[in-house]
């Protein structure tokens, strides 16, 4: 099969949820599969690590497209032009998005329809384009990949997409996200959280990570347990997210709360392996990586009851009304006050962690592609 691939979220140092997908899935399978020709259409240069085999082409096809106007132009023109000089049997998008004007028959990965149950955390070109045009494309593909049972349930029960159209791809997590040693953590905790205990956020920081809360919470667990835990806050600053950047600043508790900015995986696999729980409270996540980036560790969570994310953390987590800060805060505490519980927790992690891997998950994915071999 000659297969063309949107590959425009390969961004070399700045790989987020999408950009990992569509790295670890199409790495295993452009190399597990040197019988098919593949052709990576990127929308800027691109870095030579994602050129993963002989059998891809690399096609740079402007304008960049991160901006809805963009979206539509290069999706609608630029991609269109392409899948007619090259023909392929399929093009393969991972990011939500496909060109509505191309013959050509396509497979999208939806990774979550937040957008739709949590507008208002969006700028108002970005969801009215997603709101727009994510019926369409989920209309248009021939078959559609969901990261989660909940997300695919979504789509049915929001899009009335038939079942039979939508396959389920876990997400995997790196292989650097691994138990540390005693010693390694001891070193991790000394860098980055002056040698103490610390719960762990990992995300982009906007309105649907409900930060906010999270830091509320924190400001309810130290004024009712005396500790030296700290608050690690892992991330950039992402859109709408003016309050939470004054949160950090004026937090009560300001010197136990510690933010860093993005960090590659090798650095952040280390600080949510050294982490006490990782402390997950997103309103909504279609999957929820850095849940099972912990879980990889051996490092329980607390996490949201909402959407995807009791699916992913299993019995590895307090499961917590994101809502509710004082809910939130009392998990904290019981994590903190009862070693036992904790470790019962931690010992969960091995046979949950099994269950997703991104070896897995390109072998799946493969499965789908074969529904359009000729």
């Not at 990774?111 to 045009?133: G, I, S, T, V």
């Not at 309050?243 to 900015?261: A, G, R, T």
């Not at 969960?348 to 074969?370: H, L, P, R, T």
């Amino acid at each position: 099969m000659k297969i063309a691939v949107n590959a425009r979220f390969l961004l070399k140092g700045k790989l987020e949820g999408i950009g990992w997908f569509t790295h670890e899935v199409l790495k295993r399978v452009v190399q597990n599969h040197p019988e098919h020709e593949f052709i990576f259409i990127f929308d800027r240069p691109f870095h030579q690590d994602f050129i993963y085999g002989k059998n891809v082409t690399p096609i740079v096809v402007p304008p960049p497209a991160r901006h809805p106007i963009l979206w539509y132009i290069w999706f609608e023109w630029s991609v269109k032009l392409v899948l007619k000089k090259h023909k392929p049997d399929l093009f393969i998008s991972t990011d939500g998005f496909l060109s509505l004007s191309t013959k050509v028959p396509q497979l999208l990965v939806i990774h979550d329809l937040a957008f739709e149950h949590f507008p208002e955390h969006l700028p108002f070109k970005f969801r009215y384009y997603l709101q727009k045009f994510t019926p369409k494309f989920a209309q248009k593909a021939k078959h559609i990949v969901s990261v989660s049972t909940f997300s695919k349930n979504d789509l049915i029960e929001t899009y009335g997409v038939p079942e039979e159209k939508i396959s389920i791809v876990y997400n995997g997590a790196n292989d650097l996200y691994k138990p540390l040693s005693f010693e390694e953590r001891q070193k991790v905790k000394d860098e980055y959280a002056q040698g103490s205990e610390y719960f762990v956020f990992a995300g982009a920081l906007h309105p649907r990570k409900n930060v906010l809360a999270l830091l509320e919470a924190f400001t309810f667990f130290k004024k009712k347990q005396r500790s030296n835990m700290k608050l690690l806050i892992i991330g950039r600053i992402a859109w709408n997210a003016e309050q939470i950047q004054s949160k950090l600043q004026n937090h009560p508790f300001k010197e136990d709360v510690l933010h860093y900015d993005y960090m590659q995986v090798e650095e952040l696999s280390k600080v949510i392996g050294a982490a006490y729980a990782l402390t997950f409270v997103s309103i909504f996540e279609g999957f929820g990586i850095p849940i099972l980036e912990a879980i990889k560790c051996h490092v329980p969570s607390i996490c949201s009851n909402t959407s995807s994310m009791p699916e992913v953390a299993g019995n590895t987590a307090i499961l917590v009304n994101p809502s509710d800060i004082e809910e939130i805060g009392n998990a904290m505490r019981t994590l903190y006050k009862d070693e036992q519980y904790r470790s019962q927790l931690k010992d969960n992690c091995n046979s949950q962690g099994e269950k997703f891997s991104w070896d897995k998950s390109a072998i799946d994915f493969y499965e789908v592609i074969k529904r359009f071999e000729i």
